[in-house]
Structures are given as C-alpha cells and as structure tokens.
C-alpha cells in the first residue's frame, strides 16, 4: 500500500493569500502546502481522503488516473469544496463516496445534483452515498475503519487502513478510538501550529498524542504558514517528521489477522 500526501496545509493554504512572512514566501518546496488530503493506493485500487479546493491540482499533480471511493473526515469547506471535480471519475459509473453522516446530509443539501438520477453523465458529479459500517469498508486489499474523532464541537472521522491511519484535524482522541490505533506503523496526525488551537492540535499536544499512540513512524499535517518545514523537523523526536505536499510512502499491507 502506497500514500501521497496531496496537501498538508491548512484551511488557507500555504502561502496564504496576501502574506509576506518568512514561510510564505519560502523557497523551500516543503513550505508550499495544498490543503490536506491524501491518496492511497494498493497494486489495483486508488482512494481519496477529502476533496478540498484544490482538488483538481493535486489530481493532476499525482496523476490520479481512476478512483474507486473517496472517503471523507468531516464537511469543513477546505476538505470538501473540490467535490464537483470528481466528475471526472463517475463518468462511466457512479463514484462510491463514505463519510459521518453529517458529511453525508451535507453533500445531499449542498449538492443535490451529484446524488440524484440523471442522465448527464460526464457533466456533473455521480456519487454513491453510504454511511461506514464499524466493520470498516474493504476496497482492494484494504480495510477503511472509522475513527471517531474530536474537532472542536463537531464529531469528525479518522481512518486506519491497516496498519496505517491518518487523523487530519481533530483536537481530542477519545479513548475508545485510542483503543482502535494499536500497533500502527504509521500515523498521521492533525498538528496545526506551535500555539495553542480551540479546535486542532498544536504541536507539543500532537507530540504527546503520538508518543500515547507509538506508531513506528509520525508525520504531522495540516499545518499553517506559522510552521516552517525545516525548524518543524529539528523540534520533533526521530520517530516523528512534518509532512509535505507529493511526499509518498509505501507501507508493507499485512493480510488481516496475520501476525505482526
Ligand atoms: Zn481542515
Ligand atoms: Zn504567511
Ligand atoms: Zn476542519
């Protein structure tokens, strides 16, 4: 199993609009950061975690060629506003497409045409709804399993695929959803800024999540124009890194039940 991060940024993006700091204006590729969102892929199957503004770009930057679901974490604008691009991908047949149902409710009021029947096929989106069974959702050789999350006053979705899982923006783990993370290899994690954030993790609290969860491996995201890659990467222990936008990591898929 294979994932790129397509964006690692905040709601704004990095650089944000009109910003002359240090980082925005950064010649470090590093510090150029789409909003978050991420691909994974096994030898035959490819998924999208969140479809923020930028979705187009970033299917053209990691040629995405074909989708078979998107899942997505919760209906903030900057994980679900590049929706109408995935139009390209339910041409032929509808795009199946999980979430919480708030995200659900959401994309029937806010986008109705791409759940009705129609017969533009091409022109708009055609998506499949379905809540995620605590079974989790199986795609290829992968197994998506929810993990509720805390963000702000809203309940948002986490994802472990295996021995993998990516928690974008939350600022709490509940226990019963810390009981879901054993034995990751790689994690995630949600880290917005050095300061401290009512509804995202800062950095210190996204380091003291990590160490809890002990995944062989850390990388924060979603972060702002107020962290710049390289500083981030001195700070943090040797078992966690920043993310950055096109980073790509292969993590070896284990056939449910085997041991480790
Ligand atoms: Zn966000
Ligand atoms: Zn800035
Ligand atoms: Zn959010």
């Not at 899942?71 to 995935?86: C, V």
């Not at 790689?186 to 050095?194: I, K, M, P």
């Not at 995202?200 to 979603?222: K, N, P, R, S």
């Not at 390289?230 to 078992?239: D, G, K, R």
């Amino acid at each position: 199993m294979q994932i790129t991060f397509l964006g690692t940024g905040t709601s704004h993006g990095v650089p944000r609009i009109a910003c002359t700091c240090d980082v925005c204006t950064s010649h470090d590729p590093r510090n150029k950061r789409f909003r978050s969102s991420l691909l994974i892929r096994d030898d035959s199957e490819s998924v999208v975690i969140d479809t923020g503004p930028e979705f187009r770009l970033q299917a053209l930057r990691a040629h995405i060629t074909h989708l078979h679901a998107v899942f997505y974490t919760h209906n903030h604008a900057d994980h679900m506003n590049g929706i109408d691009d995935l139009r390209v991908f339910s041409e032929v047949s509808p795009l199946d497409v999980y979430g919480p149902s708030q995200v659900l409710e959401d994309i029937r009021q806010r986008f109705p045409y791409a759940v009705g029947e129609h017969s533009w096929r091409g022109n708009i989106p055609q998506l499949r709804l379905h809540e995620v069974p605590p079974s989790g959702v199986a795609i290829g050789s992968m197994r998506f399993v929810a993990v509720p999350l805390v963000h702000g006053c809203r309940q948002v979705f986490g994802y472990r695929i295996g021995d993998f899982a990516y928690l974008t923006d939350c600022k709490h783990i509940p226990p019963e959803s810390l009981a879901l993370l054993d034995g990751l290899e790689v994690l995630v994690l949600d880290a917005l800024r050095y300061k401290e954030h009512p509804t995202h993790m800062c950095i210190d609290e996204a380091i003291a999540a990590a160490e809890q969860i002990g995944a062989g491996h850390t990388y924060l995201t979603h972060l702002t124009h107020r962290v710049d890659h390289a500083e981030l990467e001195q700070y943090l222990p040797p078992t966690m890194s920043p993310a950055h936008d096109n980073l790509t990591i292969s993590i070896p898929t284990r056939a449910e039940g085997a041991p480790k």
